[in-house]
């Protein structure tokens, strides 16, 4: 089982994980999570002539900003 609440430096980070269709959600996806002061854990893309592109995104965000997080959509 993965571990769901991280701490850095003091503070309490959620994970959350996401799988996207293009690089472009992707890049939407990554500027929301800096302006909620987010952590990037992992970023992969995977690219297949059959299936197209996939973005798997692992981020941390505040447990104070989660559900704003959650609840605001990703474009600027």
Same mark, same amino acid.
């Given at each position: ?25 992707? !890049?939407?996806?990554?500027? @929301? &999570? ?8 992992? /970023?992969?893309?995977?690219? #297949?002539?059959? !299936?197209?592109?996939?973005? @798997? &995104? ?8 989660? /559900?704003?997080?959650?609840? #605001?959509?990703?474009?600027?």
């Amino acid at each position: 089982m993965e571990q769901l609440i991280y701490e850095v430096n003091g503070i309490k980070y959620l994970l959350f994980s996401a799988v996207l269709k293009t690089k472009a959600q992707a !890049n939407d996806l990554t500027a @929301k &999570v800096e302006r909620h002061n987010g952590i990037i854990q992992s /970023y992969d893309i995977e690219e #297949s002539f059959w !299936n197209g592109t996939s973005v @798997k &995104v692992k981020m941390l965000i505040p447990g104070k900003l989660a /559900y704003l997080f959650s609840s #605001s959509k990703a474009e600027l």
